[in-house]
């Protein structure tokens, strides 16, 4: 397991919640560890395998899906590193990505197609989703009637906010804004029907887009148990949470201790860990066909 990495000589250009960021001249080079964030806490505790499910499993969306944009992976070979990087090969392997540097935009594209999270709390209290209205009374969980953009800004305080679309058109401008949303949607649109036909459903994602030689580019991580809902489909059922592949087998233990969210973030137990790295590596088996 990598819970942090130190490569010594290299740039370090940012260390995120879950990936450390070097600079490789005019790319970058992504190491996605096992760390685990809830609640916008780093817990103490790594998931197994978790930085090279994250890894692999974007790898196989970004091919899926690269004839509707563009993205900003180059390759997961070391031996396509600048030669710096080779001494460092038996923690890249596996959990690494070369890409190309991109001009990000500050916006996550948010889709989801069904009602959950931080929605389902918005939906409560004011019928609607970032602004968009829903029909009423709808339950927790239900699929929407069309999958929506629900953008999300970062806070002062780094958490993830909901905006409008108008928020985001003043931010970056109208047509920009159209052409995220509609990509947005699009990609989705294809990654719930795939994944739909495999046995998981795709209840709602993130997506990061920039600009690279001025063309819009999809990048950072791409479908993935981090930054969508997985949920088994043959046992969903509408009027409460679902089962899932992703991390809220943490958060809903993180509840049952009645942490506080506030620092510092409890250990995991053993078992806890080991399931959610189960979980992780399962919705990659299902999605790709391939073991880890």
Same mark, same amino acid.
């Given at each position: 397991m990598i819970f942090q990495t130190e490569f010594p000589g290299l740039k370090l250009e940012a260390r995120g919640k879950v990936r450390d960021i070097y600079g490789a001249g005019d790319k970058l080079v992504i190491v996605t560890t096992d760390r685990l964030s809830a609640f916008d806490y780093i817990l103490p505790t790594p998931i197994p $395998?978790?930085? #090279?499910?994250?890894? *692999?499993?974007?790898?196989?969306?970004l091919d899926l899906l690269r004839d509707i944009v563009p993205n900003h992976f180059l390759s997961a070979n070391v031996d396509d590193y600048p030669p710096e990087f080779h001494a460092f090969r038996e923690q890249l392997e596996g959990r690494s990505m070369l890409v190309r540097r991109a001009k990000m935009i500050d916006v996550e594209c948010v889709a989801r197609g069904y009602i959950s999270g931080s929605g389902w709390k918005d939906y409560n209290r004011t019928g609607a989703i970032c602004g968009i209205a829903l029909p009423a009374g709808l339950k927790e969980s239900d699929r929407l009637p069309t999958p929506i953009f629900t953008p999300a800004g970062k806070a002062q305080s780094g958490h $993830?906010?909901?905006? /409008?679309? $108008?928020?985001? /058109?003043?931010?970056?401008? #109208?047509?920009?804004?159209? #052409?995220?949303? /509609?990509?947005?949607? *699009?990609?989705?649109?294809?990654? $719930? /029907?795939?994944?739909?036909? #495999?046995g998981i459903i795709i209840a709602d994602t993130k997506f990061e887009f920039g600009f690279i030689g001025g063309q819009l580019t999809l990048a950072d991580e791409v479908l993935t148990p981090d930054s969508s809902r997985f949920w088994p489909r043959a046992t969903y059922a509408p009027g409460g949470p679902q089962p899932s592949y992703d991390k809220q087998f943490v958060r809903d233990y993180l509840e049952s201790i009645r942490w506080n969210k506030q620092p510092p973030a409890p250990v995991l137990p053993e078992e806890v860990a080991r399931k959610t790295s189960e979980k992780y590596r399962e919705a990659y088996r299902v999605l790709s066909g391939r073991d880890l």
């Open positions: $395998d978790k930085g #090279r499910v994250l890894t *692999q499993t974007t790898i196989f969306w $993830d906010e909901n905006i /409008s679309f $108008d928020n985001v /058109s003043e931010r970056i401008g #109208r047509e920009l804004a159209e #052409r995220l949303r /509609s990509l947005t949607l *699009q990609i989705y649109g294809r990654a $719930d /029907s795939y994944a739909e036909e #495999r």
